[in-house]
Each structure stands twice: as C-alpha cells, then as structure tokens.
Nanobody, 119 residues
Framework: QVQLVESGGGLVQAGDSLRLSCAAS????????MGWFRQAPGKEREFVAH????????NYADSVKGRFTISRDNAKNTVYLQMNSLKPEDTAIYYC????????????WGQGTQVTVSS
C-alpha cells in the first residue's frame, strides 16, 4: 500500500513562492505518473500538473503555466511542485496523486496541504 504525504504548504503573500513536496512510501514511484491537483473552497478539484513515467513528460494547467514547475527525485521517492508568482486564486488544498496504470485514473492520493495566498 503506497502512502503519499504532502508538505510545504503555508500562508504567503501574492508574488511569493512555495515549494510543495510529496513523499511516497510503501512502493517506488519511479516510472509512474505523478500528479498535483488542487481544490479551492466551494470548487471542484482541478488538475495542476503531472509528470509521466521514465521520460518525464510534463503537462500543466493553463492557469499555472510559466509559474509552477513539477519535478521528481526518484532516489528520494519524492515529487515536487515549485510555485512562483503566487496569486490569491492559487489558494487551495493541494494534493499529490500516483497513477499506476495510465488511463485508469489515479490510484493513490495524499491527504493534502493547504496553500493560502493573501493579496
């Protein structure tokens, strides 16, 4: 059973940066797709970014392109989300997720970490 634990959230001002981490245990994430999602109050969960497989194919939501960077360290079994130029609309709970079988949906989710951006 894989467990994902996010960390790095907090309260920041607009324009600041944060780096989220997602540490996996109970199994290796190497070669699998890892994603970041977020859910703001009163809104549905939305895709933020993912990094796919061994070739590290990366995709971002349009709302974060140019500001957020996803990366992975397979040796540390960890995925990161570097968030720069944060905006109040980035305020949400951020979740990481592991997709074991492409096309079937994410199989494991973390508990989330709160990011709050004040104006």
């Amino acid at each position: 059973q894989v467990q994902l634990v996010e960390s790095g959230g907090g309260l920041v001002q607009a324009g600041d940066s944060l780096r989220l981490s997602c540490a996996a245990s109970g199994g290796s994430i190497s070669g699998y797709t890892m994603g970041w999602f977020r859910q703001a109050p009163g809104k549905e969960r939305e895709f933020v970014a993912h990094i796919r497989g061994s070739f590290a194919y990366i995709n971002y939501a349009d709302s974060v392109k140019g500001r957020f960077t996803i990366s992975r360290d397979n040796a540390k079994n960890t995925v990161y989300l570097q968030m720069n130029s944060l905006k109040p609309e980035d305020t949400a709970i951020y979740y990481c997720a592991l997709d074991l079988v492409p096309g079937t949906g994410y199989d494991y989710w973390g508990q989330g970490t709160q990011v709050t951006v004040s104006s």
